[in-house]
């Protein structure tokens, strides 16, 4: 199966060249240079949508959190604020992004690990949610102020995910809290005069069927009513977290967002009211399952190496643009931007411009034939591409540019070398 089987209806081929939303990938590549993450704003929109109205169909009282870390541009946030989305941010930078795109403090879920003194209070002065990640936290945070509302964070001794590094609950996680110790979260915050409750967990990332979903939920649903039979605490919300994976790889099947929806809601419904836990929202916290897919990453081809063992393509977007294969070895689909039609008949590896060997984007990758100059569009680029690029190799950051029904905007300039020197000072001695 061809990586083309990834391509999405805003995807589309005219006269062998991608289309992207209606606009010509080559324009924008000529237009804003290259490397360039181009976003999709209805994708994102109909991602959303998608999902919160298959959910709504089992329950009135659900809301989805985008996780911001996937995508953090300003014009994304407005875009979910326009959806009427809520926020799952994870430090105090995604608060005061989330805040920038108009989301209300009542609108964000903050859930932070390792978190500082000042940290908590920016949270608490910002007026965000907080969903503690240790008793630490907790007592830090008590020590200062009391809110009305507080969730935690649980580890339901459950995790998923498509690396070691996304498995974010079970036994070697460093995320979230232990039963016994969540007893102990939630007496202590009701000692100091908390009043309203939420409980939350994320079981890790890219997760593509449903089972392990339901396994955690149960988990976290049968602590939820010991807490509640324990010391009387109602429950507000009950999150449980994102994860939702994408496929990635032409032969993966997409989550089944119906099964998840109607066996993850069944079973919530059934033990809240089993378990006498009232009505309580709940949320869930998805953030490559909504901008995965409305995000492509267009690299120009510099040049062709042929060595004795290996075909290399030497493009100019490397780890420092989009670090997941180098990173976790993940699979990105590539198309040819260029030679939309053309026959895969070579096979390559796409190699980045960064000074280490490890800056592969694609091992083995079957493709047209390619010349210097052709245009690689890397797909599913939208989630964890530019929010986890960086400067590696004194590179300026890429810029990126948001399609809608044919029209283009510039969201983010790309750096250029003035940005390498931004903060930096030379002490006296060296001048
Ligand atoms: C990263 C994260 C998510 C989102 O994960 P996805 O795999 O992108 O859906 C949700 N909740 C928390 C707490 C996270 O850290």
Known sequence: MSDKALLNPYLESSDGILYIDGVSSLELAEKFDTPLYVLVENRIRENYRRLYQTLRRYYEKVRIYYSAKANTNLSVLKILEGEGSCIDAVSPGEVFLALKAGFTPDRILFTGTSVRDDELKFLVESEVTINVDSLSQLRRLLKFHVPEIISVRVNPEIGAGHHEHCITAGRNSKFGIWEEDVVEA??????????????????????????????????????????????????????????????????????DLDLYAERLLGLFLKRVSEYDLGEPWLFIEPGRYI?????????????????????????????????????????????????????????????????????????????????????????????????????????????????????????????????????????????
């Open 291 to 431: 901008v995965c897919d409305a995000g492509v990453l267009l690299t120009r081809v510099n040049t062709i190496k042929v060595t004795p063992y290996r075909k290399f393509l030497g493009v100019d977007a490397g780890f420092n643009t989009l670090i997941r294969p180098a990173m976790y070895g993940s699979y990105h689909p590539i198309v040819v931007a260029n030679k939309m039609d053309w026959r895969n008949e070579e096979t390559y590896d796409v190699a980045g411009p960064i000074c280490e060997s490890g800056d592969l984007l694609a091992r083995d990758r079957r493709l047209p034939r390619i010349s210097e100059g052709d245009l690689l569009a890397v797909l599913n680029a939208g989630a964890y591409g530019f929010s986890m690029s960086s400067q590696y190799n004194s590179r300026p950051r890429c810029g990126e540019v948001l399609v809608k029904d044919g029209r283009y905007a510039l969201i983010r300039r790309r750096e250029n070398l003035n940005s390498l020197l931004s903060g930096q000072e030379v002490p006296s001695w060296l001048r």
């Open 186 to 255: 939630y007496r202590l915050a009701r000692e100091a005069g908390v009043s309203r409750f939420g409980i939350h967990m994320h079981i890790g990332s890219g997760i593509l069927t449903v089972e392990p979903f339901i396994l955690a939920a149960e988990k976290l649903l049968s602590i939820a009513h010991r807490i509640r039979r324990e010391l009387d605490v109602k429950f507000e919300f009950i999150d449980l977290g994102g994860g939702l994976g994408v496929p990635y790889r032409p032969e993966e099947k997409p989550l």
